[in-house]
């Protein structure tokens, strides 16, 4: 198994940026990995997905053009860069991991969860 856990979380300004990580241990090979927020009163949402070789990403509407999403298999570290933030991107954040080849934006289809890292945006 592989066990993940995020950091980087805090508190910005809107329109600032902010660089969440997600350390991975165990058996990090072949694993597909995502982003997740759940805001506060909903429920949970994709974010971004990056598959294990890099060689695919999958962003949410909502965050494409502002964050992105990378991963260095040599220090098993995925992260989320995001920037030009807005209040409405307040969430805790959890990274995902499962294995697969490709990408899944479903959550019951990760089996690997952080613990989340809180991201609160002001205005």
């Known amino acids: 198994q592989v066990q993940v856990a995020e950091s980087g979380g805090g508190l910005v300004q809107a329109g600032g940026s902010l660089r969440l990580s997600c350390a991975a241990s165990?058996?990090?090979?072949?694993?597909?990995m995502a982003w997740f927020r759940q805001p506060p009163g909903k429920e949970r949402e994709f974010v971004a997905a990056?598959?294990?070789?890099?060689?695919?990403?999958y962003y949410a509407d909502s965050v494409k053009g502002r964050f992105t999403i990378s991963r260095d298999n040599a220090k098993n570290t995925v992260y989320l860069q995001m920037n030009t933030l807005r209040p409405e991107d307040t969430a805790v954040y959890y990274c995902?991991?499962?294995?697969?080849?490709?990408?899944?934006?479903?959550?019951?289809?990760?089996?690997?969860w952080g613990q989340g890292t809180q991201v609160t945006v002001s205005s």
């Open positions: 995902a991991a499962d294995y697969r080849s490709g990408i899944a934006v479903i959550p019951h289809l990760y089996r690997y």
């Open positions: 165990g058996r990090t090979f072949s694993t597909a």
């Open positions: 990056v598959s294990w070789s890099a060689g695919s990403t």
